[in-house]
Nanobody, 123 residues
Framework: QVQLVESGGGLVQAGGSLRLSCAASGRTFNNYRMGWFRQAPGKEREFVAAISWSGLTRLYADSVRGRFTISRDNAKNTVYLQMNSLKPEDTAVYYC????????????????WGQGTQVTVSS
């Protein structure tokens, strides 16, 4: 079993930055690929970014590429999402997730989920 706890969400003005963190506990973290998803009210959960165990493979949604950066610190069992140049359309609950399979863009690829952290971007 893997437990995930997100933090770092909040309210920020358009153009601002936030860094989300996701701390993992339970089974060995190094074997897992990690992803970030988000869900806005009335919308489906959508892929944001994902990272392989080594950090060498990183995937991004087109809507965030060049603005968001995913990274991980295996010694701290933590994955991060640095979000810059935030836009009102980035407003959502952000979830981190873990997969013991390949890095993927579908929520169905992931086995464990955190509880989410709210990000609100004002215009």
């Amino acid at each position: 079993q893997v437990q995930l706890v997100e933090s770092g969400g909040g309210l920020v003005q358009a153009g601002g930055s936030l860094r989300l963190s996701c701390a993992a506990s339970g089974r060995t973290f190094n074997n897992y690929r990690m992803g970030w998803f988000r869900q806005a009210p009335g919308k489906e959960r959508e892929f944001v970014a994902a990272i392989s165990w080594s950090g060498l493979t990183r995937l991004y949604a087109d809507s965030v590429r060049g603005r968001f950066t995913i990274s991980r610190d295996n010694a701290k069992n933590t994955v991060y999402l640095q979000m810059n140049s935030l836009k009102p359309e980035d407003t959502a609950v952000y979830y981190c997730a873990v997969t013991d399979g390949q890095v993927g863009r579908s929520p169905l690829d992931y086995n464990y989920w955190g509880q989410g952290t709210q990000v609100t971007v004002s215009s």
